[in-house]
């Protein structure tokens, strides 16, 4: 099943977008650039970082009226450029977002849909693991932490793997049944199970949110499997 090894792969990473940088390359240019750590890398900052720190606040807290909303504008910013595969100023936002509200796990999120694009996945499981003792319910973490797992079960066919994958899927699916990325998700990895009564179930479920996601590929490719 070569295609649908493909398709899948392309389909359960967290964010399917090109990138303009290598892991090591990145690593690499972290050591002498702090936005590209979560939380800055967590380093004592100098006094014009501080100062430029104070300033972005100001001007955000001035147009959004709290923190949250401020993180959040931020953090959409961050995914915006990460959709266009701007991974370092994808980072750069989602430290902003983390410096105008530390307790908004969205920024944790981020840090995790980066780290998984680079394909740095222990790393995006950290991330995403933070953001979850922040909020145990984010359906947007609890799927692609489940991502992350399906996705290494694909390459690496390990069981555990696959197991872990569905329980965080369906975790997400309990707090929101209609969670469209969820349910292609799931879809999709029944379908690299060859589990055509999930793959078909989750498949509907998902084009009754009228989600975009679910693409004529995946339709045929998901027929061509399991043919009613």
Known sequence: MK??????LIILTSIVYGQQISYNDWKNAAKTEIRLLP???????????KAADQELMKTYLAQQGTHRKASEVLVGLGFNYLYKG?????????NQAWLLDPTNENS??????VFSTLGNFPDAL???????LINPKSTNILTDKASVFMNRYATEKNEKDFTLA?????QSYLLNPKYANMLFKLSTGYFFKKDCVNAWKYYYECKKTGSKLITEEYTKALTNLCKK
């Open 3 to 8: 295609y649908s090894i493909t398709l899948v």
């Open 86 to 94: 701007d991974l370092k100023t994808a980072m750069f936002r989602f």
């Open 108 to 113: 944790f999120w981020g840090f995790g849909a």
């Open 126 to 132: 950290k991330q995403y693991d933070e953001g979850l």
């Open 39 to 49: 939380k800055y890398g967590n380093v004592v900052k100098t006094k014009e970082q």
């Open 166 to 170: 569905i329980k965080l899927f369906k």
